[in-house]
């Protein structure tokens, strides 16, 4: 499969912008710095953003309609990654290119400042984490997401984030503090506790058992912190055993919420996943071929069943939780949940808002499956 990566110049005008503009201003495209010391291997480049909350389409009926991505690429490198394809809007490529050529919006803060104070901002909710990992190891080169936050903050305005990093333990004070100002949320992505699957699948983000450790942690400071099984494996973390351990682990962990997600590989994530499967485990690409022989989701019947193992768990250790921050994601219809169309990744955050609203019992949520592609830059 042809990935890109030798690909050209990058291409900074991107299709989606064509008519509302260039995503970063001219005079800061190609800046590129090459990583040392423990950097080493990784390329950033640098460049100043013309705007720093990105307004999500209506037509993508997101629960949420403004995010913030400091950050394209990942240096997590999961092989599953659905954000993969946004590279080749930049020229990269989808397999290395993407998990270590970084770019970096030096002018995130500064942007974000500026765009809370305008008039015309209402204080609407902000969503971090949708495309890549805020907390991605670039995040400790360039504190960037941690400069995010302290602006939401100090302005009162709510967001939530989505990680895999337990990097967001460095930022516990200043989340804690958020959180007395305004409505958070925060949610970790375990998708196993076995370390072969987890070094097999996702290298370059922390072990399943330190995640579970700041999961602890977020809770036990007041910071209310739910888990998303996510993704489920085929072959590789689907047994009843495996999911029923990680679903237990995170309750002792004092996850508030919880929701299992099995992986879906829509255009571009498919290819690049299919073509690591059959390097790493050729044993499993049949499966994963008649799994996915009619589109990106797996049959229904296989994500009932992953939903009602993790549900099994959960139930019966249904609880209420400490007060803490309130937590809301506000979206388009009111506050209604997002379309069945929605990718699944929104319905499964919406799905943890939603228990936590209830009072924070704890349960797994039967997902249905989305027809669209996320693809927000």
């Not at 629960?63 to 997590?76: D, L, M, Q, V």
């Amino acid at each position: 499969m042809h990935t890109g990566e030798e690909a050209g110049q990058l291409r900074w005008r991107l299709v989606e912008d064509e008519e509302s503009g260039t995503l970063f201003s001219p005079s800061s495209l190609g800046e590129r710095h090459i990583g040392t010391g423990e950097y080493r291997g990784m390329e950033f480049f640098h460049v100043n953003a013309r705007t720093i909350v990105n307004k999500v389409p209506a037509a993508s009926k997101m629960p949420f309609e403004y995010t913030i991505n400091a950050y394209r690429g990942c240096s997590h490198a999961c092989t599953y990654c659905f954000a993969r394809p946004t590279h080749t809007y930049l020229g990269l490529g989808t397999g290395g290119d993407f998990e270590t050529k970084i770019v970096v919006k030096l002018n995130a803060v500064e942007r974000l400042r500026t765009e809370l104070r305008s008039p015309k901002w209402q204080g609407d909710h902000i969503a971090m984490g949708t495309n890549t990992d805020p907390y991605q190891k670039a995040e400790g080169k360039y504190h960037l997401t941690q400069g995010i936050v302290r602006v939401l903050a100090e302005a009162g305005n709510p967001f939530s984030i989505l990680t895999k990093s337990t990097l967001v333990l460095r930022d516990l004070a200043l989340l804690a503090e958020a959180a007395t100002r305004t409505r958070i949320s925060l949610s970790l992505s375990i998708g196993t506790l076995d370390r072969e699957v987890w070094r097999l699948s996702e290298p370059g983000t922390p072990p399943p058992d330190k995640r579970l450790e700041a999961v602890a942690k977020l809770n036990q400071a007041g910071i209310r912190c739910g888990v998303l099984i996510a993704p489920v494996l085929p072959g590789l973390s689907d047994s009843e055993e495996q999911l029923r351990s990680v679903a237990k682990a995170c309750l002792e962990a004092g996850a508030v919420s919880l929701s299992a997600v099995a992986l879906h590989l829509r255009p571009g994530v498919r290819e690049h996943y299919l073509e690591w499967l059959g390097k790493a485990r050729p044993d499993l690409v049949a499966l994963h071929l008649e799994r996915f022989q009619h589109g990106s989701y797996q049959p229904r019947a296989e994500q009932q069943r992953i939903s009602e193992i993790v549900r099994s768990v959960a139930r019966p250790a249904g609880r209420r939780w400490r007060r803490g921050a309130r937590r809301e994601w506000p979206n388009r219809n009111g506050g209604m949940p997002p379309g069945p169309d929605a990718p699944k990744e929104v319905l499964a955050l919406a799905a943890l808002q939603a228990a936590d609203r209830r009072g924070a019992s704890v349960e797994a949520l039967q997902l249905r499956p989305p027809v669209e592609q996320l693809r927000l830059l």
